[in-house]
């Protein structure tokens, strides 16, 4: 999260909030926001960078970051639909 912080892409002055990321961690965000931002960029899932693209187009929206302890989220099943189950699991 860090190390996130001094990355070029991450200090753009549209950003209204700091960057906020662990990598690792899922992030959330309100549904309504994600359909303002532009939702989820469309990317091989093992490219790995739709958190953090997510992330920052909120961030030009949104000065509120906060962490959840104990949230209920929807997930989606792109990549289980992609890849399979079995070449899921095995990832």
Known sequence: MVYGRFRAAHRDPRHRAPYGLCHGHDPGIPADLYVRRGGTVREPPEAGSQDVVLLNRARERS?????????????????????????TLLR
């Open 63 to 87: 000065a509120r970051i906060v962490r959840v302890e104990h949230p209920v989220v929807g997930n989606g099943l792109r990549r289980l639909r992609s890849w399979g189950a079995r070449r």
